[in-house]
């Protein structure tokens, strides 16, 4: 009996990695082996032919202290974010709060806010690009309602960052979504006790809605961090990178890299650069969120 029951044991264990074969394998092929094959590659100046030639740390050194457009393109990507991405966390969690009220047609509003979240990059940047035209532009249309002159958005280095921030505001839905799910989440118990001991509604809010938030709030920042340094779709189809490199995110210096100067190894290290980039920013943003951040399970353990 304890034979079969070994046997029996030994065949479901077979059939499971028998069953995970194929995502092994695909990790493998497609993720793990491109990877390791990119961290050999950032370290040989390798053009697409021939045999990568080994130079250590050389592309490095480059990057750092011979490549202007390497600093540009990080200086534009930071900027981006930093301009985008606060500005994105407070539009979506105020549409969040909007969107559970409990009204008549509040779930055809909170479709309507979050469409823009499904639509493709490269549609979006096309309507953008109508959007921001200087001449037959629907924005400059808005802004010459009040006697403004048209602004060339994408065609000058001070208003192009601006269009991309504001283009990007326009696709908060998706946060929106998860702060909806974040707020109507939070027990109304709550609410109803905070009342009760008196505390009006700017009181509540701070009281109670933020704080019960921030596991959402901390989600959101991290993802919306890693996917705003990694800005590309959009930048590609409406200004390739300019007016004048104001435009250039780091992923189109890599797309550029790789695929006109033909420079493959230097561009595996700029990607590397850009991996180590996001994965510390994303340490430090972890390491603060024992300051701010509220776990519930956490709170349970602390003595009353």
């Known amino acids: 009996m304890t034979q079969r029951r070994m046997s029996l044991a030994q065949r479901e264990e077979i059939e499971g990695y028998v069953f995970l074969l194929p995502w092994i394998l695909g990790f493998l092929i497609f993720s793990l082996g491109p990877l390791l094959a990119s961290m050999y590659l950032g370290m040989t100046n390798y053009r697409g032919a021939g045999t990568p030639e080994w130079i250590g740390f050389g592309n490095f050194e480059r990057m750092l202290f011979n490549d202007k457009l390497f600093w540009q393109s990080l200086k534009v990507t ?97 946060g929106m979504i998860i702060y909806l799910a974040g707020l109507q989440g939070i027990p109304t118990d709550l609410y109803e006790a905070a009342a009760i001991d008196g505390a009006n509604v700017w009181q509540r809010f701070w009281k109670v809605t933020i704080p019960m938030m921030t596991p959402t709030i901390f989600f959101n920042l991290v993802t919306g961090l890693i996917g705003t340094l990694q800005i590309f779709a959009t930048a590609y189809i409406m200004t390739s990178g300019g007016p004048n490199y104001a435009t250039y995110f780091y992923s189109l210096n890599v797309y550029y890299t790789t695929f006109q100067k033909l420079q493959i190894g230097y561009a595996a290290a700029l990607a590397w650069v850009l991996f180590i980039i996001i994965l510390v920013v994303t340490l430090i943003v972890f390491s603060t969120s024992n300051r701010w951040v509220y776990y519930e399970h956490e709170a349970e353990r602390r003595p009353v």
């Open 78 to 174: 930071l900027v981006y974010a930093a301009g985008y991405l606060p500005l994105g966390l407070v539009f979506g969690f105020s549409i969040a709060l909007l969107m559970n009220q409990k009204v008549r047609g509040i779930l055809t509003f909170r479709t309507i806010y979050y469409l823009p979240a499904v639509v493709s990059g490269a549609a979006v940047a096309i309507l953008w690009q109508f959007v921001f035209h200087r001449d037959f532009g629907v924005l400059n249309e808005i802004i010459g309602w009040f006697g403004a002159e048209p602004i060339p958005w994408l065609l000058s280095e001070r208003y192009a960052m601006v269009a991309f921030i504001i283009m990007g505001l326009w696709g908060v839905g998706g």
